[in-house]
């Protein structure tokens, strides 16, 4: 799921590139649109998977549904483009409307299948949970395995799918792993049964937990201050890839291969964080002081990460003398 899911935000880069021109704001537009389909679709599927009887099917049918939606994309962004190159003369004059307009762009071809893929993370998570281990174990093992087939779905998609098969091949094969996962999901839903796919009805009060979990004794105000501290930490997130888009894109040129390996990177980080922290969830630890901790060790990092870049001329330089090849 996550290997197919960048497949389709690689691509959706490059054909956004071909209508804005520019692919640095092709990026922004598919970055900020692809965050805020994944924000809805987790937050509906949020309330829908506790009241499922078998969230395993619905994450199956939610699957099929990404393959169909994200398949027919190339078709709306043919139409969309039109509307497109009508409107851009009357904002051109302001860069906040233009943004707006590609944002909107991206926005309506996009929304669909993104929301859907944000649905399929709680759907998921909801269809694992009675397995007896601690849900904040399942959940770093879960989001690191699906950011390690994002992983490879980004290099494939950057460096192997799209050169070899083309844009409509590379969305075909990647609509194809959707269906094939959403039909496997399906049967194994079947073959368990309500009692046993994570429905409502067979999880327990406590089931998935282990000791009561620190967080259940915070107050109101401290929970809604860590929901404002994980927006806000989104926010310089995403920021932060733009940025480090635009940086790699100065001598590694305006193409989408700056983008694919910006987003491997980030997303290798993301994968090796989930997959370390993920023995550690069982512990008694103050997790809003580790919370803090890691923000202020993310600020120094995301500060450092300029310094080196700027070393990043000289580093590809001497790969390519060690190769043989021209660098320019």
Known sequence: SGFSALVYQVLWTRLLSLVFGVTVHAASAVLASYMAGLALGSLLAGRVGDRARSPLAWFGLVEIGIGVTAFA???A??????????????????????????FLCAS?????????????????VKSSIAGGQGLGTRVSLLYAANTTGAIAGALAAGFALVPLLGLRASFSVAAALNLLVGLAAIVVARRLGPGTAGGPADVPATAGRGAPEPGEALSVGARRSVLAVFALSGFVSLALEVVW??????????????????????LAGIAIGSYVVAPFMRRR?????????LLLALAVCALLSFFGLTHAFALVDALAAWLGVDPR
């Not at 483009?81 to 307009?101: E, I, N, R």
């Open 285 to 293: 630890w103050d997790w809003l002081a580790v919370l803090a901790a």
């Open 108 to 124: 309506a071809i996009l929304l669909v299948p993104t929301m859907l893929m944000g649905a399929t993370l709680p759907l998921v």
């Open 245 to 266: 888009f635009r940086v790699l894109v100065l001598f590694l040129g305006p193409t989408t291969y700056a983008f694919t390996v910006m987003l491997a990177a980030v």
């Open 77 to 102: 962004l043919d139409a969309l483009q039109q509307v497109y190159v009508w409107v851009h003369p009357s904002l051109a004059g302001s860069p906040v409307l233009l943004a707006t307009g590609r």
């Open 73 to 75: 994309s190339p078709l």
